[in-house]
């Protein structure tokens, strides 16, 4: 009999311009046993995923030659699916919206404690690799209300079939509502990997409210998503996969 070969280890890529924070964040890191890379400029964060199998980014904003928000919007239009977690002394809701819609999967402000950074760590990357595969074509399209949601370009589709493009953080919110229809949805529901802070965190509510306005840009679309006082939210719709 064949051992089961083991899964790989995941890469992690530091990204920091400040030697110090990238080797304090690395020796934090090794204790879980990943792949660890480092980059000091967004020069260096593409060279290395040309050349390397990334799972998870460790990305500061403010770097020597860019900033970090545009550098993830680019990685998303190009389609990487690479996990992200954005570090930042930037601490305002706005921005920390800003970076989620962008396609950041997690925030973090500096200064952090460390042992967080590694709890969120862990979550993407269990969501990651615990993430069904992508469905066949014959299920590309959700109808839900008048929108339809096409699951491989990640955008709606309204009655005239005009697009309306979303953020990779509101088509994950989105995908999870369609998974559970009619079913009001805690905070920490929606967003598992920020289970600890959901209860408390406004970005979760400003997330919903972008998606909100997208959807009732259609007649119909303004009652989709309805506000349970203090449970949640629900997709008040059925969902029909074509």
């Known amino acids: 009999m064949l051992d089961s070969i083991p899964a790989r280890p995941a890469t992690v890529l530091v990204v920091d311009d400040d030697a110090d924070i990238r080797d304090l964040i690395i020796g934090q890191l090794h204790q879980e046993n990943y792949r660890l890379l480092a980059a000091a400029s967004l020069a260096d964060l593409r060279r290395t995923l040309k050349e390397e ?18 550098l993830c919007r680019e990685l998303r239009a190009e389609g990487t699916e690479v996990q992200i977690i954005m570090v930042t002394a930037r601490g305002s809701a706005i921005d920390r919206v800003l970076g ?13 404690e460390p042992r967080e950074l590694l709890v969120r760590i862990r979550n993407l990357l269990r969501r990651g690799r615990n993430e069904p595969a992508a469905r066949p074509a014959a299920a590309r399209f959700t109808r839900f209300g008048p929108w339809r949601l096409d699951l491989q370009q990640r955008r ?64 119909g679309g303004d009652e989709l998503i309805l506000t349970v006082r203090g449970e949640g939210y629900v997709l008040a719709s059925a969902v029909e996969q074509l």
């Open 53 to 70: 199998a990334v799972d998870l980014i460790v990305l500061d904003l403010n770097l020597p030659d860019g900033d970090g928000l545009m």
């Open 156 to 219: 709606l589709v309204a009655p005239d079939d005009s697009l309306v493009m979303l953020s990779s953080a509101e088509f994950r919110l989105l995908s999870r509502f369609i998974e559970e229809p009619n079913v009001v949805l805690s905070r920490e529901t929606l967003v598992p990997e920020r289970r600890a802070t959901a209860a408390f965190d406004r970005s979760i509510d400003l997330q919903v409210s972008r998606l909100r306005q997208k959807l009732a840009t259609v007649p």
């Open 100 to 112: 989620l819609e962008l396609g950041a999967d997690d925030y973090l402000t500096k200064p952090f």
